[in-house]
């Protein structure tokens, strides 16, 4: 009765149209998924089944021409990865509870200026960053929409000074950290902003045991299961708020973009399988603090502006002031985007954890790179949940070009 009962609240929560029920109702009666950890701690979710399937042989399936006027909904879409099993039940709910986060705040954005919801806050965050008053409703919106999905264990927010274990569930461990206003500086002038999410498998490292833990106890068991490299990730993306606004998921299996219909309040599948281009005439920099860069890197970007290449032209400067819309330019036409040590900043100014990992998940997807300098992004270890580090992320061959200047 139970599941029962829950099968329906989910089908009536995402307004299912009658054809989507039918597909979940059938899904929801499938075999259970056989759930394994790889050696990167992330896991594999697929259908248990027998003979020829059991024995690892797999039929091809031919690829449906889509009809001009059939569109995909994101619901439709993570259903059919879940039966695909790409990724397991719960982790659908918590994706699906992240888009309802994002379709709150794209409407709060909208009309930030009509409901005076712009200025600051007369707050700061952990980083000593002042609070834009949006920065606490969208964390709040955020967190509340995690906690309800009933599927999250652990919430990590860059705007809260610790990660803290929902103890409202008993059903879900997944690990969710995110941003809930990138670019918030941007909020008052209505331009670019995002969203930037990361998900790791659950952890049950920290289960807040109230009978014997202290409160102490408790949050440094949460810092230790958030703490891990971003090649454990197990679904990472962020949303576009501007002209469009815009989901941008990767699950393992590439990135794909979902773009928010107005008429019917749903995230439409409008960029399939993205694949950022191998090299790019744009880079973005914040070159106002070019005199306080590395001289290497100094030298990298006079060479950018120097005419060059088949068209005789330099590379185009553009710099938005939002990680969020330089990386989605970047994914759809290619270049980099750079936000380096400096003599005054010594790590960067971007957390590791809340923007970095997830974005540099995304952009290795689409096969693309991203690295600190030195190594590989995904392959730092966290030592603190707010650690800040340089990225330098785009392009393959454009990230190959810098690395060829930093040596």
Partial sequence: MAET??????????????????????????????????????????AISSGAAAAGATTPTPKKKKNRYEIENLTTWLL??????????????????????????????????????TGAQGTMNIQGEDQKKLDVISNELFCNCLRSS????????????????VEETNSGNYIVVFDPIDGSANIDIALTTGSIFGIYAPDEQCLVDYDNDTLDQAKEKCIVSVCQPGSN????????????????ISIGNGVHGFTLDPAYGEFVLTHEDIKIPKSGRIYSFNEGNFDLFDPKLQNYLNHLRKPGGPAGKPYSGRYIGCLVGEIHRMLLYGGIYGNPDNEKAKNGNLRLLYECAPMSYLVEQAGGKAIDGVQRILDIEPKQVHQRTPIFIGSPDEIDKLVSYLA
């Fill in 150 to 165: 009933g599927r999250t264990g652990i919430i990590a927010s860059e705007e809260e000074d610790v990660p803290v274990a």
């Fill in 233 to 248: 990730l197990l679904a990472a993306g962020y949303c576009l708020y501007s002209s469009s606004v815009v989901f941008t």
């Fill in 80 to 117: 059919k990865q879940e039966q695909a099993g790409h990724i397991d039940a719960e982790l659908t709910i918590v994706l699906s509870s992240i888009s309802l986060a994002c379709k709150q705040i794209a409407s709060l954005l909208a009309r930030s200026s009509i409901v005076n919801l």
């Fill in 5 to 46: 009962t829950t099968f329906l609240s989910t089908a009536i929560s995402h307004h299912l149209s009658p054809s989507q029920f039918r597909l979940f109702a059938r899904h929801e009666t499938q075999q259970p998924y056989n759930i394994t950890r790889k050696p990167n701690s992330s896991f594999s979710c697929q």
